[in-house]
């Protein structure tokens, strides 16, 4: 009698655990067809401008101001626009993460995605014959989970 109440209360440990491990497994969305998690993206638009001062790169959207400290998250995607709205070919050069646009001329534009894995603080360039710094972007952890990677990420 002393075994049976033993081994059902055992039974029933195991039974409780594997149904919570499959209730967490499946509804963090791991055998779906489709993604149930909308991966974050930043999105900001920038445009360079000349003046008589020299050049600058002005927020158009999703940030403001003047050579602007742009910020994103780590673990997202950062999707930058840049705009050409100078009367002179403009190139985009982030250092330290080794990313540029192609040489833009007066009037065109190019998107950069950017998936930084690690905080940081980075300038950004007008690279054309020289590099002319402008600005930074900061890449930042905001909770522990963005630094995080694997199936479990959605449950932390």
């Known amino acids: 009698?002393?075994?049976d109440?033993?081994?059902i209360i055992i039974v029933l440990i195991v039974g409780v655990v594997a149904l919570a491990?499959?209730?967490?497994?499946?509804g963090s969305?791991?055998?779906?067809?489709?993604?149930?998690?909308?991966q974050e993206t930043v999105k900001q638009t920038v445009a360079?401008?000349?003046?008589?001062e020299g050049v600058k790169i002005v927020g158009i959207k999703g940030?403001?101001?003047?050579?602007p400290e742009l910020i994103s998250r780590t673990s997202f995607a950062y999707l930058l626009t840049v705009i050409n709205q100078g009367d002179k070919h403009h190139r985009l050069y982030i250092e330290g993460l080794e990313i540029q646009t192609d040489l833009l001329a007066p009037g065109e534009n190019q998107t950069l995605a950017i998936y930084p894995v690690e905080e940081g603080t980075?300038?950004?360039y007008d690279k054309r014959q020289y590099l002319e710094k402008l600005g930074q972007i900061k890449i930042l952890t905001v909770v522990p989970s963005d630094g995080f990677q694997g199936?479990?990420?959605d449950l932390i």
Do not use: A, L, P, S
């Open 21 to 26: 491990g499959i209730v967490g497994f499946i």
């Open 48 to 52: 360079f401008q000349d003046t008589e």
């Open 151 to 153: 199936i479990w990420k």
């Open 122 to 124: 980075y300038n950004y």
């Open 63 to 67: 940030i403001q101001g003047e050579n």
């Open 1 to 3: 009698m002393e075994k």
């Open 5 to 7: 109440k033993r081994f």
């Open 29 to 38: 969305g791991n055998i779906r067809h489709v993604q149930i998690f909308w």
